[in-house]
């Protein structure tokens, strides 16, 4: 089954090598590592994502040898959503129904809205929202994009894409 | 020396910048070859005939041709009775009919004149019959400065490019809607003080709805479907949203999150919206600039930029285009 796991670590020597070693252990067939070295968290932790082909029933003892190991395990599972969009939406975003236009994503069980951030400059002044959709695919994304574009219709909100998501 | 008798009609801001620019590069013409001789320019007030050439100082101080015209005839009769080889037209431009332009370049091509404008609003309206005009009478038709002022796109295509499939272009055509939104996002101005800025500086009409809704960057998505796409498409095929919806918080939020907010323009989509470009990407150019990405099939994706309007700018791409129907025919021959 292949699997995803986002770990934090500190920045110093020898790390990488400490998260790795108990996926070798328990037979885990990498499949990918992404090190964002220049990419710390708050903490000042190095975020790194693993995806690899493992028996689920290991993830556990996985787990827990990471942990004895000093790395972070921060989210840890099936790997489902691959492709990622950001968008920007303008327009009395909270008035109609945050809640409900997040929900039209999440319940179409292959997309999910991951990160929301808002701006609201005062009340019935337009208000705006950041959301980072994740899906299982490149399709799937666009599947979920054009249910956002309908939702917005319906609630008259400005729907601002990235112009990387879908070059010509 | 190849002489080339031109006929000037529509004496407004860009009007002056040719008569500017024909005077101010005299020499550098006659150095490739090329005699350029204003024969006669052409207003609602009237024309200004001069067989031997306008000397520019005698009509360059006024603001049109009124008190200084010398004639009564219209653009038509102008072709009709007066040697002239080419027409450059930059009547004020109409999206919904095309006129007046429309009709003077359907005359000057049916007349067998070369037709070099700046005004979008005929090639928007009607361009398959002006391109079929002039093919039937093997005549050229330029409009490079129609499409993001003085920075070069259709040229660049067409000569440059050639041999590439385009498989699609995008870009900032609104130098207005740009500055406007650059402002709001540097200055977290709202936009209708972004707006008022703008029209002070004289970058925004007094109406900036031709701008701002999107309209002026939809009858530039027509042009490039119609020349680049070889579609057949109007204004009214483009699926357009303006700027007027955006906040100055959606650009901060937008910003810290490493993306600018333009207004873009894409073919062969035929969409006019704004959209999130990455900080760090060539499109996302400030101030007045337009830009342009051309995705192709062998040379990948150019990304062009420069100013899409001002007089001299914009005469100068006019300029381009005149030369380039003197020089290097053959490459244009076989696109026609």
């Known amino acids: 089954m ?34 964002h070295r220049d990419k710390k968290t708050p903490r000042g932790t190095i975020p790194v994502r693993v995806i690899l082909e493992m028996d689920r029933s290991r993830l556990e003892t996985v787990k827990g040898q990471l942990q004895a190991n000093g790395i972070m395990v921060v989210r840890a599972g099936e790997e489902r959503f691959l492709e990622e ?25 292959f997309a999910e809205v991951v990160d929301l951030s808002l701006s609201m400059p005062g009340i019935d002044e337009p208000s705006s929202a950041y959301l980072r959709i994740r899906a299982t695919g490149k399709d799937e994304i ?14 008259d909100l400005l729907v601002i894409e990235p112009i990387e998501a879908d070059e010509p | 020396m190849t002489e080339v008798r031109i006929s000037l009609v529509g004496y407004g801001v860009v ?8 005077e101010r590069k005299r020499q550098l013409m006659g150095e490739i070859g090329l005699d350029l001789t204003l024969v006669s320019v052409t207003d609602h007030t009237g024309t200004y005939l001069a067989p031997d050439g306008v000397v520019a100082k005698d009509i360059l101080d006024h603001r049109t041709l009124e008190g200084v015209a ?26 919904v009919h095309g006129q007046p332009g429309l009709g003077h370049m359907v005359d000057a091509l049916s007349m067998g004149k070369h037709v070099v404008t700046s005004n979008k609003g005929p090639l928007v309206v009607d361009y398959r019959r002006l391109k079929d005009l002039a093919r039937k009478n093997d005549v ?94 109007k204004y009214g095929d483009v699926e357009v949203t303006g700027i007027t919806g955006i906040t100055p918080e959606s650009l901060i939020l937008a910003h810290k999150r490493g993306y600018a907010v333009k207004l873009i323009g894409e073919v062969p989509a035929l969409t006019v919206k704004p959209m999130l470009v990455p900080l760090g990407s060539p499109l996302a150019v400030g101030s007045t600039l337009n830009a342009a990405a051309i995705y192709t099939d062998l040379s990948g994706t150019i990304t062009v930029t420069g100013l899409g309007a001002g007089r001299i700018e914009t005469a100068s791409a006019i300029l381009s285009d ?15």
């Open chain 1, 2 to 35: 292949r699997l995803s796991m986002d770990l934090e670590m500190e920045d110093k020597p020898g790390q990488l090598l400490m998260a790795l070693e108990p996926l070798r252990e328990q037979k885990g067939n990498i499949i990918s590592v992404l090190h």
């Open chain 1, 85 to 109: 969009i950001t968008v920007l939406l303008v327009g009395h975003v909270l008035d109609r129904d945050l809640g409900d236009t997040v929900h039209q994503i999440d319940s179409t069980g």
């Open chain 1, 142 to 155: 666009q599947k979920a994009m054009s249910i956002l574009r309908q939702v917005c219709v319906q609630k």
């Open chain 2, 15 to 22: 009007g002056h910048g040719v008569v500017e620019v024909l």
């Open chain 2, 70 to 95: 010398n004639s009564d005839m219209a653009a038509r009769e102008v072709f009709g009775s007066i040697d002239c080889d080419l027409v450059v037209e930059v009547t004020p431009t109409n999206i």
């Open chain 2, 140 to 233: 050229a038709l330029k409009f490079e400065a129609t499409v993001g002022g003085t920075m070069p796109l259709i040229s660049l295509i067409e000569r440059t490019l050639v041999g590439n499939t385009i498989l699609g272009i995008r870009g900032i055509f609104n130098g207005t809607c740009n500055y406007i939104l650059t402002r709001m996002a540097e200055e977290k101005y709202p936009y209708n003080h972004a707006l008022t800025e703008a029209q002070e500086l004289g970058y925004a009409e007094a109406d900036p709805s031709y701008d701002v809704e999107g309209v002026d960057t939809a009858g530039k998505v027509a042009i490039l479907a119609n020349s680049i796409f070889d579609m057949d498409v």
């Open chain 2, 322 to 336: 005149i030369v380039s129907i003197y020089r290097g025919n053959h490459v244009d021959a076989q696109r026609s």
